[in-house]
């Protein structure tokens, strides 16, 4: 029975490649390079039953991805690693207790809820603050410019990596042995600068196996993200600028649950396998990474696990 | 010295600290009370036992009997699929494996599989159970010609396997944890008195290790509670049961199970403004009475640690 676990990821893999095969046969390298996923799944919805595979391109939700995923994780890194500080080092007993139980808390939120909580609260608030008329019509032929885009999704997501960097930094900074500190004590140096340059170090690897998993889980998640992205490919350009961030967006995962609709079309369902191929190999990457990462260097390392 | 003041960057790293805590703790307080605040008025009992709306036009008059009956009954059946292998594994990593490939080979399996997004699992489980070998987990479709015929692959039970496939490594993980913190001198202790090694492992460590376990199946509930993409995939997303009618007497049970359903979750999703219901109160109702749950689930999880000697107690959300 312990290898079940070994049956499942194979029959995981064998599966969803042997049913992307026919499209990442017929769209070969231009499956990463090229764009227009939305067209090609409306026109695949559409062709005759019996008509060769199309080519697809998901160059925009493999940009969407990165973006979304990206941005978002950089944000929880920042945010996660200081409240992983405060926990371990600025707040009592109680006090550890209590914010440890509110990331908790974060974390068991389901992303529906956060799709939910996105779609009435951050995507109308985002387009009241950053969006004008004037900003929608210079751009109307691009992109239709509306509350639905990457800066929603990235706020989104970075509330929801938050806690996984959180969990495994604070475990990490926690496992870090006290007689580190004192030496630091020692030679004169400030409480932040004992954590800045010696703890922080110190529970590196604790601390990178988090981001990863956040990563993992960013590019991951599909359901809040579908709600607020705004459900288009575009390709970032850099003539954009900043624009870009006010431009909707379609992660792999979220393109995924929003074209689902029409995976009646066997293309389509084939489309989105690939789709699923590439998340499928990107979670690998991060989670072995991760254990990696968190076995490799000396001690610190959390036993190269999720926790909960 | 460098030219630098540390005192002033000490404040402001502790500022930071302090602000980035505040900020999350402040995000989850909202959440809360955004979703008190819009979905309390529609909080009622007959919300709570009434069947959801036929369709998307009278959605607003239906209660949450059936979603909030498929998320309990998913919860148990995908828990009750997943623990027995999980348990089997963590036993195998923890005592009976030697160190080599094999060993790697299993731990590095359930690593990938922690890994691989909830979503692709769904679309996984869509690609396998329409096989005609599993008719027997859902519904078989009669396809006109050769006879061969599909499964629907989309039912409550082939949605109990999916979420065992989701939720088997984060519970392996948790008890390999719980059986590795019961101490050594017990199982050393247990062998000198000439117990064999399944009677240490059975009395011993997994009884020493109960805490552990409860609370790893009890957050893997909350994993199976919380999920949507599984659940949309795989349980069909339909508003009510659609097996044999009325759903709730015995001799339709096995009907329900082998039909397609909906949970909280998808409720949620279906009523947001995402979905095709469009009916926000209601939505926020259902996302009480969901974040409820949870809340419920973890706080049994805290205190069954608590009350049984906090074996694992120190390990962080």
Same mark, same amino acid.
């Given at each position: 029975m312990a290898g079940a676990s070994i049956v499942v990821i194979a029959l995981i893999f064998v599966f969803v490649f042997y049913k992307a095969a026919p499209v990442i046969g017929a769209s070969g390298v231009g499956l990463a390079l090229s764009g227009g996923f939305d067209t090609q799944v409306s026109k695949a919805f559409y062709a005759p039953a019996g008509s060769p595979t199309p080519a697809f391109g998901m160059l925009g939700l493999i940009a969407g991805t990165a973006l979304s995923c990206g941005i978002s994780t950089l944000c929880a890194s920042v945010m996660g690693i200081g409240a992983a500080v405060t926990v371990c080092e600025f707040c009592g007993r109680r006090g550890a207790a209590f914010f440890i139980a509110v990331v908790r808390l974060l974390a068991a939120i389901p992303s529906v809820v956060f799709g939910l909580i996105g779609l009435i609260v951050v995507v109308p608030l985002v387009e009241r603050l950053f969006i004008t008329v004037d900003m929608q019509i210079e751009y109307l032929d691009y992109f239709q410019m509306t509350g639905r885009n990457l800066l929603s999704s990235v706020v989104v997501l970075s509330f929801m990596i938050a806690p996984t960097v959180v969990?495994?930094?604070?475990?990490?900074?926690?496992?870090?042995?006290?007689?580190?500190?004192?030496?630091?004590? &020692?030679?004169?140096?400030?409480?932040? =600068? !004992?954590?800045?340059?010696?703890?922080? $170090?110190?529970?590196?690897? @604790?601390? *990178?196996?988090?981001?990863?998993?956040?990563?993992?889980?960013?590019?991951?998640?599909?359901?809040?993200?579908?709600?607020?992205?705004?459900?288009?490919?575009?390709?970032?350009?850099?003539?954009?600028?900043?624009?870009?961030?006010?431009?909707?967006?379609?992660?792999?995962?979220?393109?995924?649950?929003?074209?689902?609709?029409?995976?009646?079309?066997?293309?389509?369902?084939?489309?989105?396998?690939?789709?699923?191929?590439?998340?499928?190999?990107?979670? &690998?990457?991060?989670?072995?990474?991760? =254990? !990696?990462?968190?076995?490799?260097?000396? $001690?610190?390392?959390?036993? @190269?696990? *999720?926790?909960? | 010295m460098k030219g630098r003041d540390h005192r002033l960057d000490s404040a402001l790293g502790i500022a930071y600290s302090w602000i980035s805590m505040l900020l999350m703790a402040a995000v989850c307080l909202f959440i809360l009370v955004t979703v008190a605040r819009y979905g309390a008025g529609k909080l009622s009992l007959e919300f709570l036992i009434t069947e959801p709306g036929a369709s998307a036009v009278d959605i607003e008059g239906g209660g949450i009997l059936t979603p909030l009956i498929g998320t309990v009954l998913l919860t148990m059946l995908g828990m009750l699929a997943a623990l027995p292998f999980s348990l089997a594994t963590a036993v195998y990593i923890c005592f009976y494996a030697r160190p080599g490939a094999l060993l790697t080979l299993v731990e590095t399996a359930v690593d990938i599989?922690?890994?691989?997004?909830?979503?692709?699992?769904?679309?996984?489980?869509?690609?396998?159970?329409?096989?005609?070998?599993?008719?027997?987990?859902?519904?078989m479709i009669e396809t006109d010609g050769d006879g061969g015929g599909m499964a629907y692959g989309r039912s409550f039970l082939v949605c109990a396997v999916t979420m065992a496939i989701m939720i088997l490594p984060f519970v392996t993980k948790s008890i390999i944890e719980s059986l590795r913190s019961v101490p050594g001198s017990y199982i050393d202790g247990a062998f000198a008195l000439g117990a064999g090694k399944w009677r240490v492992v059975a009395q011993i460590a997994l009884r020493c290790a109960r805490p552990g376990i409860v609370t790893g199946t009890v957050l893997g509930m909350g994993r199976i509670v919380g999920d949507t993409a599984i659940v949309w995939f795989a349980l069909g997303g339909t508003l009510r049961m659609t097996g044999v009618q009325p759903w709730y007497m015995p001799e339709n049970w096995i009907s329900t199970l082998r039909n397609t359903?909906?949970?909280?979750?998808?409720?949620?999703?279906?009523?947001?403004?995402?979905?095709?219901?469009?009916?926000?109160?209601?939505?926020?109702?259902?996302?009480?009475?969901?974040?409820?749950?949870?809340?419920?689930?973890?706080?049994?999880?805290?205190?069954?640690?608590?009350?049984w000697g906090g074996g694992n107690g120190q390990d962080a959300g």
């Open positions: 969990s495994l930094s604070a475990d990490a900074i926690a496992a870090v042995p006290d007689s580190l500190r004192e030496t630091g004590y &020692a030679f004169g140096m400030g409480h932040f =600068r !004992v954590i800045w340059k010696i703890v922080l $170090p110190s529970a590196r690897p @604790g601390v *990178i196996a988090g981001v990863l998993l956040g990563a993992g889980r960013g590019t991951g998640e599909a359901i809040a993200v579908s709600m607020v992205c705004g459900g288009i490919g575009v390709i970032p350009s850099a003539g954009f600028g900043l624009m870009n961030l006010l431009a909707p967006t379609l992660p792999l995962s979220a393109a995924i649950i929003n074209k689902s609709e029409a995976m009646g079309s066997g293309h389509v369902a084939g489309a989105l396998f690939s789709c699923a191929a590439l998340l499928l190999v990107l979670g &690998a990457l991060f989670s072995l990474t991760a =254990r !990696v990462v968190s076995r490799g260097f000396g $001690p610190g390392g959390s036993g @190269g696990g *999720i926790k909960a | 599989l922690a890994g691989v997004p909830t979503v692709v699992i769904a679309l996984f489980s869509l690609s396998i159970f329409v096989l005609p070998q599993f008719g027997f987990l859902s519904a359903g909906s949970t909280l979750t998808t409720y949620i999703y279906y009523t947001s403004p995402a979905g095709e219901g469009n009916s926000f109160d209601t939505a926020f109702g259902a996302s009480l009475v969901l974040i409820g749950m949870i809340i419920l689930l973890n706080a049994a999880a805290a205190l069954v640690g608590r009350a």
